[in-house]
């Protein structure tokens, strides 16, 4: 008689105790559906540093219309907006190709150039990972790190190039110094 009741025993603490694992399974799976949320505060979290245009160089390209449509871009990226790249290869692709032609001449050089086949990269990436469903939350993060320090790096040589044009730089005059 005690071996029928210590079998059922064990047989009833068996059964009990794999229910027990198979709830615990079951709540971790519930969980990971906000893995691609972003929020505007969580790319105020994001450290680089941020370059904006001076005056003359804003001047020099006021009236180039592809930068303004990606200043405000990234305006939206910084409210934890990434509609424009969500389905959108199309628009995305022809806003990187007017960006390039249409340069204004007090800009163009071959450093501007190679800044924005950087930040080009850096779009059509970010592009790409807002797309698919299986990219995580620090993953996209760390791409839109990325894009806002290519913008931020292309500002930057804006900068220089404007500030190197604007230094004038006076040769002495040839002087015979009697000996």
Avoid: H
């Avoid at 449509?69 to 907006?81: F, H, M, R, V």
Wanted: proline share 3%; hydrophobic share 40%; glycine share 2%.
């Amino acid at each position: 008689m005690t071996i029928k009741f210590f079998s059922i025993l064990c047989i009833c603490t068996l059964m009990f105790s794999c229910k027990k694992n198979q709830d615990a399974k079951e709540q971790v799976v519930e969980k990971p559906n906000e893995s691609k949320t972003i929020k505007a505060k969580d790319i105020a979290k994001l450290k680089y540093t941020d370059y904006i245009l001076d005056t003359r160089a804003g001047d020099s390209i006021a009236s180039w219309n592809e930068y303004k449509q990606l200043e405000t871009i990234i305006t939206n990226i910084k409210k934890g907006d990434l509609s424009f790249f969500i389905a959108n290869e199309k628009a995305v692709n022809e806003l990187m190709t007017n960006l390039k032609q249409n340069i204004p001449l007090e800009v163009n050089s071959d450093a501007i150039l190679a800044r924005i086949t950087a930040l080009e990269t850096k779009v059509l990436k970010l592009e790409s990972l807002s797309n698919l469903s299986t990219t995580k939350k620090p993953e996209l993060l760390s791409v839109i790190k990325e894009f806002l320090v290519s913008f931020s790096n292309l500002n930057l040589q804006m900068n220089k190039k404007i500030e190197n044009d604007n230094i004038i730089i006076e040769r002495p005059q040839d002087t015979i110094m009697p000996i």
